[in-house]
């Protein structure tokens, strides 16, 4: 059975009136229970049995890492796809002796990150020790921020539309619980058939941002629209590239359900997602797992499962240490992380040495719900619009440089990137930046459409043409293949006589008729 | 020249007069450290790049650019600092046959100043233990075992059984270092202190042993022992040597974080003619159970010594002292259960033939690869740091330690200036009487004196005072106020040049110094 998207279900919630806030406790009349909303205005219908509703709720960890020229406790570089134990200091191997030293660069991501999330920045905060044995883990243990984390207490709005109708968005909020700093680990590479592993620390020791998000969504739509934006606005910021087919957003979900007025059920974690459309069919496949195991007199463990995007579903991961105790202790290497701002900021200081967390602030570029807010406002396009831009790396840039080149109204402009331009660059896999026809040649062949020189139909077979890269101009499309429209009275009385003339007989046979 | 040229600033002015040669030099300690090799003090003795590095400073001496006073001057290194090149091994299976590709920020600093790195001192392993015969390569022997002082005051059982059953240990963990100054091998010696590492075998072993104040130092490429407590030691034959070495040491070091930032000014030890004005703490809660009444003699002189001399002599209490052992215990344990972590076999080190899985190949490495005192407390540190014991063990110590340090903070408020208290509780005791308590034990013993100064990070230092009934060096400490180790020094050498320690006689020395070798008496406390 395929999981129902919340927004659906949300709109149904209200139709039968079961609307939250408060899911009270207790039975509802028959017919009513069937579908119930949680706090946050999500809800998922009964299962077969149709006794009681089930309210699914999903919380996220989302590693996001630091976008940076030198790993986070050393100075080694980071970089994606290097050979293989290329990029690896002493500290990033676990030498003996070796200290860790902050990356500045590091900390500036992660105050930048937990401002843009609305965060409360902690003026200090710690490091730990998390110990567990792994291959790709060399010292034993990994340093991150438990007990004090660098920001807490912040909130992400995310849109999404319902029943994928671009036309109805509704905002939501989830809250961030936390931002922390840790280490990233190594790889490892099983290599079965001659029994060994192979071990990469490229990636070892590379700084990440752990984005803890409280469990306040209900679906996979939700989680996969508010990673979404996340991730945006971290490619806003500069603080991560964010890209999650080469690892630098990994998202892991917590998922459980339960009745209206009773206590969370245990939670399953959900890993190994790649990618934003497997998030949300992980999710909604979980949900709908774990309802059917519990409505057949079933149990969940608290146990981590893989999506396997392949099959679709989500598989129990083989857990080789049962449950982990990780022994946490503070860093002893490392002082405590001290920020400051303008107030507490002491003039002796070299301000090399210290980050001043409203110098930040005053820097940080427009986010992504602003830049819409600005799209809307200043071209009246349609908010929906907005999202379809924001949502593509560089065109928003696009548009806005047709535009200015075009006599053209920003409205039909629109028209034009989304449905064409988009749906081209969608169809061969490509970024705006590799689009074949830059915003120069759009906007020449809008302009022409927009002269009346050609037709709409005309614009497209033009706009066909030019994909090719032969490096064209629209307008010599149009005159080679004469596709312009005719402007001279007297011409186009000649072209219908011509018509005419040459087919006399039907036109003898139409006059009498 | 000749070996009465016994001290850093001495043998840097022969150096200079051309008196001698740093390889003439080089060449005597490394003849030494052969004779005395029943010492067991050096682990790897690191002859050729030794002879090199003298060759070097002999050609910048000739060039009549020396690059300092420890231009030319012969060192040796604990074997848990690493040293490029050289094997490091902490004397543990786990790390025999190590070479490190890097140095340690103090070695660094040592040879970047022209010094001769003669070689690696031995210790217990991973510097776990207080008498230097707990690691991997055996025990080192102390050297005033085979003292005339010694002898003539021991009384054989048997003929036979003299020297291999009379002799006493170090002290530890930086026994090899203790031994390695006091035998003459080298000038200086680096050693680690943790919880007395270097000031309990420097007392054991008649020299001078310094703990300068935790962030001094760089601990960059120091194996640790415990992070929060650990700081590079230094073992001179005197006060103003040490004052040497901490200047050629101290200071901010970007590899390692917790160093301080302020500057360090190197500085001469001044002579003190007036103590007058000085404030002497004598802690009565240092008057430890199995204090030896000799000591406890010692001591009660040496603070009427200050008195007599004019200074204020005061008791003070530093009530919480008498925790600081199960606190430090669970401490270090805790840490050394997470810095051991890393020894898998997977990066360096040993690595087990055991194949089965990943997990057992880790398992039979760490059992292969450390002895039972590091295993032990590798499994008492994690049960401390379990979800459900942290709180009330970890945390615990971790507020009993700064009940301890906030003891010292409101002694010297008081106005206090130098805590003046025993180094160790008796003299150096037989290997064999040594060998019959367990490590734990004996560490809870022998470190219950020098611990609180490294729960606190204050500076402490060991001045030896005097010989024993026994004919052994006993030595008393001095601990300072933090980042004060000028006034730490300036009081350690004013009490040395008082109490007029004898020196070691020993045959070997001796026949190397061709009899020019001199012989002090004991002015003060003979």
């Known amino acids: 059975m395929a999981a129902r998207g919340c927004g659906g279900v949300w709109r149904r919630a209200r139709q039968r009136g079961v609307v939250g806030p408060g899911p009270g406790p207790g039975p509802s009349p028959r017919g009513q229970r069937a579908v119930v909303c949680n706090a946050r205005g999500g809800a998922v219908p009964a299962g077969k049995s149709g006794v009681a509703p089930w309210i699914p709720v999903v919380g996220l960890e989302i590693h996001a890492q630091i976008s940076s020229n030198s790993k986070l406790f050393s100075g080694s570089q980071v970089q994606f796809a290097a050979p293989p134990n290329s990029l690896v200091s002493f500290f990033d191997a676990s030498l003996p002796g070796t200290l860790p030293v902050l990356n500045r660069r590091c900390v500036e991501a992660a105050v930048m990150t937990g401002l843009a999330l609305n965060c409360r920045i902690n003026k200090k905060s710690m490091f730990d020790r998390k110990h567990y044995f792994y291959a790709d883990l060399p010292a034993g243990y990994q340093i991150t921020q438990q007990r004090v984390p660098i920001a807490v207490n912040g909130s992400l709005s995310y849109s999404l539309c319902i029943d994928n109708k671009m036309s109805q968005m509704v905002t939501k909020t989830v809250r961030i619980k936390q931002i922390q700093l840790e280490q990233d680990s190594g790889k490892s590479l099983h290599d079965d058939t001659r029994s060994q592993t192979l071990v990469d620390l490229n990636r070892a020791g590379v700084g990440l941002m752990e984005v803890v998000m409280e469990p306040d969504m209900c679906c996979g739509e939700e989680a996969a629209a508010a990673v979404r934006e996340l991730q945006l606005i971290l490619q806003t910021l500069g603080s991560s590239q964010a890209v999650m087919a080469e690892g630098q957003l990994r998202v892991d979900a917590n998922i459980s359900v339960h009745h209206p007025g009773e206590p969370y059920g245990v939670r399953t974690e959900v890993k190994n997602i790649n990618s934003i459309r497997f998030l949300a069919k992980a999710v909604d496949y979980e949900i709908q797992r774990q309802i059917e195991e519990l409505e057949n007199g079933g149990t969940i463990l608290n146990e981590t499962r893989a999506f396997d995007s392949k099959l679709g579903c989500t598989v129990p991961m083989r857990d080789k240490e049962g449950k982990r105790d990780y022994r946490f202790m503070p860093e002893p290497n490392l002082p405590p992380l001290i920020l400051y701002d303008a107030k507490s900021l002491p003039a002796n200081l070299n301000h090399q040495q210290v980050i001043n967390i409203d110098w930040i602030q005053e820097r940080l570029p427009d986010l992504p719900s602003v830049k819409r807010e600005k799209l809307v406002e200043q071209y009246g396009i349609l908010p929906e619009h907005s999202f379809a831009l924001s949502n593509e790396d560089g065109l928003a840039e696009f548009f806005e440089s047709v535009v200015k080149q075009t006599q053209m109204k920003p409205k039909k402009v629109i028209g034009w990137i989304l449905n064409h331009l988009l749906s081209y660059l969608k169809q061969h896999s490509l970024t705006v930046k590799e689009s074949p026809v830059s915003s120069f040649l759009l906007a020449d062949l809008l302009n022409l459409l927009e002269k009346k020189e050609i037709s709409s139909t005309a614009a497209k077979q033009v706009l066909a043409e030019l994909w090719k890269g032969e490096g064209k101009t629209p307008l010599e499309i149009v005159k080679e293949q004469k596709l312009e429209l005719l402007q001279d009275q007297k011409e186009l009385e000649q072209i219908c006589q011509a018509v005419i003339d040459g087919q006399e007989n039907e036109v003898i046979m139409m006059v009498p008729g | ?526």
């Open chain 2, 1 to 526: 020249a000749a070996l009465k040229d016994r001290l850093c600033s001495q043998v840097s002015a022969a150096l200079k007069e051309g008196r001698v040669t740093p390889t003439e030099l080089c060449q005597r300690c490394l003849a030494l450290i052969k004779s005395t090799k029943f010492l067991n003090a050096y682990i790897t003795v690191a002859e050729e790049t030794a002879l090199k590095q003298a060759e070097e400073s002999e050609e910048r001496y000739k060039r009549g650019q020396p690059l300092g006073i420890l231009d030319g001057i012969p060192v040796a290194v604990k074997d848990n600092f690493n040293t490029a090149g050289i094997e490091t091994t902490c004397a543990s299976n786990m790390l025999k046959g190590y070479i490190s590709p890097y140095n340690a920020t103090v070695v660094q600093k040592l040879l970047d100043q022209g010094a001769v790195l003669l070689g690696k001192t031995n210790l217990d392993e991973f510097a776990m233990g207080s008498g230097s015969t707990d690691g991997v390569f055996g025990p080192v022997r102390n050297p005033w075992s085979y003292s005339n002082q010694y002898k003539d005051k021991s009384v054989p059982k048997s003929h036979s059984e003299d020297e291999e059953s009379n002799w006493v240990i170090t002290g530890g963990s930086s026994g090899g270092s203790a031994a390695a100054v006091s035998s003459f091998t080298c000038f200086a010696a680096l050693g680690s202190d943790t919880g007395g590492s270097t000031r309990n075998p420097a007392a054991h072993c008649g020299v001078v042993g310094l703990k300068p104040t935790y962030g001094l130092i760089s601990r960059h490429g120091l194996i640790p022992l415990v992070n929060s407590m650990d700081v590079p030691g230094i073992l001179t034959r005197c006060v103003d040597d040490a004052a040497v070495l901490l200047g050629s040491l101290a200071g901010h070091d970007p590899k390692d974080s917790t160093t301080v930032q302020d500057d360090f000014r190197p500085f001469e030890v001044p002579d003190l003619t007036d103590v007058s004005k000085l404030s002497i703490g004598i802690p009565k809660e240092y008057h430890a159970p199995g204090l030896s009444s000799e000591i406890l003699a010692l001591w009660s002189k040496a603070a009427d010594l200050f008195k007599n001399a004019g200074a204020k002599v005061v008791e003070v209490s530093l009530p919480h002292t008498q925790y600081s052992i199960v606190c430090y215990h669970v401490l270090c344990t805790a840490e050394v259960a997470s810095n051991m972590a890393r020894f898998d076999g997977l990066e360096y080190g040993h690595r087990s033939d055991e194949k089965e899985s990943t997990e057992s190949m880790y398992a039979a490495t760490r059992r292969e690869g450390f002895n039972e005192v590091v295993r032990g407390r590798i499994l008492s540190g994690n049960y401390f740091l379990l979800k459900e014991n942290y709180e009330k063990y970890f945390v615990k110590a971790q507020k009993v330690r700064r009940l301890i340090a906030n003891d010292f903070v409101k002694v010297f408020r008081s106005g206090v200036d130098i805590l003046l208290t025993p180094t160790t509780l008796s003299d150096a005791a037989p290997y064999t009487e040594f060998i019959q308590e367990d490590n734990r034990t004996r560490s809870a013993q022998d470190d219950v004196l020098t611990q609180a100064a490294n729960m606190a990070g204050l500076p402490a230092i060991n001045v030896p005072t005097a010989l024993s009934e026994r004919g052994l060096p006993v030595g008393l400490q001095f601990i300072g106020r933090s980042f004060q180790e000028k006034q730490l020094l300036t009081v350690a050498k004013w009490f040395e040049k008082q109490v007029q320690f004898p020196m070691i006689q020993l045959e070997e020395v001796k026949r190397h110094d061709n009899g020019v070798f001199q012989h002090q008496k004991s002015a003060f406390f003979s």
